[in-house]
């Protein structure tokens, strides 16, 4: 038996972050950009006592059946509905996430995905490249909205919710929320931010933005009849996890023109896209990447390591999400 600890990298990660694991560990890589099969994934658990995962690799009863001497898996990734935590801690098994460290980075970009939708800068730059720029108008060229002195409606009201809200200020939005909790009145003061419910956010808002985890609870919390409560004039941005919105019903809306706009960063079985979202000009779309600067994500796979090497040191992950295995 190897002296080192056995762990698995199961996606590509920075050359020199993975060097640094190879002097401690004997590592598992898999460096390409294939995700790996279940049963793949069950197998390489089978033989290592940590791993490294991304949201692409679902950690469940069947990837912890052989899984006999594993004690971490640590998700490259705040969110963390690829792991069913239960079966893990059932397992006797560590889940941790990277928290905090890509705070400001998705809050920028849920910022920028909201700018892009409202003054139609993705459909603008398709415009000109299909060459379709050869006069200047006042009132056909592509008209967009307003965001500053607005109305910013945040669904999902947790660290990035609040950085997006901050951000809002700024342009002198005025910032209303929903979440399943309501926030100190400390914290709604540094956000300038008001609770109202779903249904009075969905009414108000000329920008709607969501950034609640997914869970079997938040599966299509934005559906037709949702949509429909939203102004025909309003944007939708959702960089929170696919799923929560109903593409479908989404692409609906946009082609019959009941909101303005739309952004996603993610998308209901993604990396694949629904068919009727891809011929819409009125949505911008980005490919899962709102926390994707090279100084965040260093620091997520950094944050990862260090969870992971805390684990497999007997102490106590930084981010450990099942507490309850360290108390135990
Ligand atoms: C996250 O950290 O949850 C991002 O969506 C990347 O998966």
Redesign the pocket.
Known sequence: MSAKPRILVARAIFPDALAKLEESFEVQSNQTDEVFSPDQLRNHLANVEGALV??SERIDQNALSDAKHLKIVA??????NNFDVPAMTAAGVMAT??PDV?TDS?ADFGFALMMAAARRITESEHWIRKGQWDKMSIVYNPLGMDLHHTTLGIIGMGRIGQGIAKRGLGFGMNVIYNNRKRLSTEDEKACGARYVDKETLLREADHVVLVVPYSAESHHLIGAKEIALMKPTATLVN???GGIVDDAALAAALKAKTIFAAAL??YEGEPKVHPELLKLSNIVLAP?I???TEKTRRA?VDLAARNLRAALAGEKPPSLINTELWQK
Request: proline share 0%; net charge neutral.
């Open positions: 991304f949201g998700n490259i990734s705040v969110g963390y996430n990277t890509l998705t960089i929170a996890r960063d993610v899962h709102a926390s994707a997520m």
